[in-house]
């Protein structure tokens, strides 16, 4: 392909992406294909030859596009959202062309200065003090196995790197039993292991990590001879959107020395709306590291993760390593790649920019305070039909209720509704029981699609009760 063709395809594939999320609502949400269908139809060998792009496009459009879930559709109700803003698609177009590698500050000084500024802009619209700095990571599951890395070199005096894990005890890290698997498999990779990953009970109508739980788990450990070495709360849960109270937890985790890691990866944008910080974010300032996703509820194109770092000293000695070619001399200057498990690194940064630039902070609160509301009034819906049970009250946009029945139906009426391809949702289990959660987040979603989702729900459970 020479550059006349790029440009002429890239006219084509813009013209084309802009009608695809026009017309999204009229597609079902989630694929419709079966195991196997899509590979069945590919050849078994690459082509020798090179073929023409039209007909790449048009197999793009034949094969692929049916086998594909639609992330962005308006009511894409399960899971949380991964939204792509416009704007946020444009920079990540600008940031494909000039395919950087912006592993230290000399391979992009762009690169680098605009993420230290974007993540300030983060830090002023979450509320968190001047002392914190951060870097993007690619999801938050990149960030917690960073703190807990770090979690487990502060308690090994940064002698893991070096020596490994053996003769150095049971490092024990602490839980909600709300917390999500990222937080296992963390554990897993950095040595810890599952058993030493200690998850706790949670109470109250957030269902926040229980305090005396917490203290006498880590009473009992000490007394066993093992090492607490971190807690990691949760601000909105994958689950049912759990939330820890978190001042009392910073309070033990302090008296304890732990090092303490917030889990905000969806919750965490809803923090630029000040109203919602006296209910989920006091004490947030206290934590070590917080993780929250833009990616999701704040709109930038996935891969974009930002970390806070109270300090970044920790996360340095846990992480930093410097051959020779990789130092750089003259000024000093941040290197991003220190500060995570990759070397390589994406120009993250400028989706952001690109995204708080045009809509304003005012613009993305707006979205926010509607998917809240819309939340509480779809939840209300669903609350009226008969027999349906609200099993967790909203949490922001996050609830779960039941239909009339046991688990094998509620997994019957969620197979149901998403055959039925006008909305998407997920089960979830919580006490015991399976639930079916509904969460509130689609970038372009309206009042509308979401009132939908009552009728939707009302529907199916008509046609197969």
């Known amino acids: 392909m020479n550059w006349d063709e790029f440009s002429h395809w890239g006219r084509h594939i813009s013209d084309w992406a802009a009608s695809y999320h026009q017309t999204l609502a009229d597609r079902p949400v989630r694929a419709r294909t079966k195991p196997g269908d899509i590979a069945a139809q590919l050849p078994a060998m690459p082509p020798d030859g090179s073929e023409p792009m039209d007909a790449i496009m048009a197999d793009f459009e034949r094969i692929v596009m049916p086998g594909m879930t639609h992330w962005q559709h308006p009511r894409f109700f399960a899971y949380f959202p991964a939204n792509a803003a416009p704007p946020s698609m444009l920079a990540d177009m600008l940031v494909t062309t000039l395919a950087a590698q912006c592993m230290l500050w000399q391979t992009s000084p762009a690169a680098t200065e605009l993420e230290t500024v974007v993540i300030d802009w983060l830090r002023q619209a979450m509320a968190l003090p001047e002392t914190f700095t951060g870097v993007i990571q690619d999801s938050a599951s990149s960030a917690t196995l960073s703190a807990v890395l770090t979690m487990r070199e502060r308690a090994t005096g940064y002698t893991g790197n070096r020596d490994g894990l053996s003769r150095k005890g049971n490092l024990r890290i602490y839980c909600s039993d709300q917390a999500h698997s990222s937080i296992d498999r963390a554990c897993w990779v950095a040595g810890i292991g599952q058993e030493n990953l200690v998850k706790l009970p949670t109470t109250g109508p957030r269902y926040a990590l229980d305090v005396a739980a917490l203290r006498a788990a880590i009473a009992q450990d000490r007394a066993d001879g093992h090492i607490p070495a971190g807690l990691i709360a949760i601000t909105g849960g994958t689950g049912i959107g759990a939330a820890d109270d978190l001042a009392p937890l910073f309070d033990i985790?302090?008296?304890?020395?732990?090092?303490?890691?917030?889990?905000?990866?969806?919750?965490?944008?809803?923090?630029?709306?000040?109203?919602?910080?006296?209910?989920?974010?006091?004490?947030?300032?206290?934590?070590?590291?917080?993780?929250?996703?833009?990616?999701?509820?704040?709109?930038?194109?996935?891969?974009?993760?930002?970390?806070?770092?109270?300090?970044?000293?920790?996360?340095?000695?846990?992480?930093?390593?410097?051959?020779?070619?990789?130092?750089?001399?003259?000024?000093?200057?941040?290197?991003?790649?220190?500060?995570?498990?990759?070397?390589?690194?994406?120009?993250?940064?400028?989706?952001?920019?690109?995204?708080?630039?045009?809509?304003?902070?005012?613009?993305?609160?707006?979205?926010?305070?509607?998917?809240?509301?819309?939340?509480?009034?779809?939840?209300?819906?669903?609350?009226?039909?008969?027999?349906?049970?609200?099993?967790?009250?909203?949490?922001?946009?996050?609830?779960?209720?039941?239909?009339?029945?046991?688990?094998?139906?509620?997994?019957?009426l969620v197979d149901a509704i998403n055959d039925d391809g006008r909305i998407y949702l997920t089960q979830a289990a919580f006490g015991g029981r399976k639930v079916i959660r509904l969460q509130v987040g689609q970038f372009d979603t309206t009042r509308n699609d979401v009132l939908m989702a009552a009728e939707v729900i009302d529907d199916v459970w008509r046609s197969i009760s």
């Open 253 to 412: 985790a302090q008296a304890e020395d732990l090092y303490t890691h917030l889990d905000a990866a969806w919750a965490g944008s809803a923090m630029i709306c000040p109203e919602f910080r006296a209910d989920f974010w006091q004490g947030a300032e206290r934590a070590d590291s917080i993780v929250f996703n833009p990616h999701k509820w704040l709109g930038a194109q996935f891969d974009c993760s930002v970390q806070f770092l109270k300090d970044p000293g920790p996360q340095l000695n846990t992480l930093r390593i410097e051959p020779e070619y990789l130092k750089t001399t003259g000024d000093a200057v941040t290197n991003y790649s220190e500060w995570t498990i990759p070397l390589g690194r994406r120009f993250r940064a400028l989706k952001i920019w690109f995204l708080i630039r045009s809509y304003g902070l005012d613009g993305l609160r707006t979205r926010m305070r509607n998917h809240v509301a819309w939340a509480g009034e779809v939840c209300d819906a669903i609350r009226a039909l008969d027999g349906f049970e609200i099993v967790t009250e909203p949490i922001l946009s996050l609830f779960s209720f039941r239909c009339p029945g046991d688990d094998h139906t509620q997994q019957r």
